[in-house]
């Protein structure tokens, strides 16, 4: 079993970047497909972006691409995600999950797919 833990939130200025940091252990990441996801308050849990265990595929959701990245490195055991342009709105718990995938290459956006997730690491966008 996998423990993700998730770092690099904080408070950030319209239009300001962040980088967060998910960080495994218990088992090596490589083995996961992994994903970003994110819940303001009162809203649901939102999909932002995935990558395949390869690292080789990635899917962002369509109101990021172009300002956030996910990435991994396999050798820190760790992914990221670059967000950039943040964005009022986007104030929110930001959550990192993991999944042994079907294939290497294999993305997944619908978080019921998911079964390791961190605790969540707070972003907050002031205007």
């Known amino acids: 079993q996998v423990q993700l833990v998730e770092s690099g939130g904080g408070l950030v200025q319209a239009g300001g970047s962040l980088r967060l940091s998910c960080a495994a252990s218990g088992r090596t990441m490589a083995i996961y497909a992994m994903g970003w996801f994110r819940q303001a308050p009162g809203k649901e849990r939102e999909f932002v972006a995935a990558?395949?265990?390869?690292?080789?595929?990635?899917y962002h959701s369509d109101s990021v691409k172009g300002r956030f990245t996910i990435s991994r490195d396999h050798a820190k055991n760790t992914v990221y995600l670059q967000m950039t342009s943040l964005k009022p709105e986007e104030t929110a718990v930001y959550y990192c999950?993991?999944?042994?995938?079907?294939?290497?290459?294999?993305?997944?956006?619908?978080?019921?797919?998911?079964?390791?997730w961190g605790q969540g690491t707070q972003v907050t966008v002031s205007s």
């Open positions: 999950a993991g999944k042994v995938p079907l294939l290497a290459r294999d993305v997944y956006r619908n978080g019921r797919e998911y079964d390791y």
């Open positions: 990558i395949s265990a390869s690292g080789v595929s990635t």
